[in-house]
């Protein structure tokens, strides 16, 4: 029930941020259909640790997080420009298996989306069992894990185990 | 100021082009996803703070401004997820990589799976 109320009330906190407006006609139409979005999604939120984002005392390692993530995607994407612009196309891609040990769901999802951001990689898949993901590089440096774990996400590691641990 | 908006758009239309030609280049569906997603993504965020900055710029600011970030950060999160499916799909799909890959370390588990 409380899950319920806090998932109503900050989808609210959004309908108002995008509509920007307190009218009658907007307010009551944005509290229908967010009520109906979280009838249907409010039991994906009980047992995750994502709501530990909207805690004010976690805010400085998210802002820190976009920075570092803002920075390295900006150097990824011009070296991913270079090569595509490039006239002989110096790619040689590949599948590579990437040892991640991680504390949690969350943990997972964040440095799989971070991954996929940067540098030339996109996840592919991840094995929780044995502690594995499974990445797509455009340009293999290395096919040993544990290097290549700390150059395609060393960056976003110490982020979610100090935020999803 | 108003350079500062002009330097934005430039940036974010260099990276869609840039990701356009990638699409259209690229030799394999992994390689077009590669640029499709990064590119893309860096390019409407660029864009998006141009016009944020803009909105600042012209007096506007909260009716407009705030939504261009809300939008830069939904960008974020649901980009990298949708493209992470299809990477994912494509592959199990049986869609076999580009004959000049250098390696492979998915298929022994891609295999095991389907043997059951």
Redesign the interface.
């Known amino acids: 029930m409380k899950n319920f109320v806090a998932v109503w009330f900050f989808s609210m906190i959004?309908w108002l941020?995008?509509t920007?407006s307190l009218d009658l006609q907007e307010v009551l139409f944005g509290l229908v259909l967010t009520f109906l979005v979280t009838v249907f999604t409010h039991d994906l939120w009980s047992e995750t640790k994502l709501a530990r984002v909207v805690n004010p005392l976690n805010w400085p390692v998210v802002i820190a997080y976009f920075l570092v993530?803002l920075w390295e995607?900006?150097k990824?994407?011009v070296d991913?420009?270079w090569r595509?612009?490039h006239p002989k196309?110096p790619?040689?891609?590949?599948?590579?298996?990437v040892e991640a040990d991680l504390p949690s769901d969350e943990a997972y999802t964040l440095v799989?989306?971070?991954i996929?951001?940067?540098p030339?990689?996109?996840?592919?898949?991840v094995?929780k069992e044995n502690k594995r993901m499974?990445i797509?590089w455009?340009h293999?440096d290395t096919?040993d894990p544990k290097e290549a774990a700390k150059t395609i996400y060393g960056f976003a590691a110490p982020f979610a185990r100090r935020l999803f641990s | 100021m108003q350079y500062i908006v002009w330097f934005l758009y430039v940036v974010g239309a260099?990276?869609n082009f840039?990701g356009v030609?990638?699409i259209l280049?690229?030799p394999?569906p992994?390689?077009k996803?590669?640029?499709s997603?990064?590119?893309i993504?860096?390019g409407g965020i660029s864009i998006m703070l141009g016009l944020f900055v803009n909105e600042i710029y012209l007096g506007l600011f909260?009716?407009?401004g705030?939504?261009f970030l809300?939008l830069s950060l939904f960008m974020?999160?649901t980009?990298?997820?949708a493209?992470?499916v299809l990477?994912?799909s494509i592959?199990y799909a049986g869609f076999p990589?580009?004959h000049?890959?250098?390696?492979?370390?998915?298929k022994a588990?891609k295999e095991a799976e389907q043997r059951g």
């Open positions: 959004f941020l995008f920007w993530l995607m900006i990824a994407n991913l420009a595509t612009l196309l790619i040689y891609p590949g599948i590579v298996e799989a989306n971070s996929t951001l940067t030339g990689t996109i996840s592919v898949d094995d499974f797509h455009v293999v096919e | 260099f990276f840039a030609v990638g280049r690229m394999d992994y390689c996803l590669q640029t997603t990064k590119n993504t860096l909260p009716s407009f705030l939504k809300l974020l999160i980009n990298p997820t493209s992470h990477a994912r592959y990589l580009w000049k890959s250098v390696t492979d370390h998915l588990r």
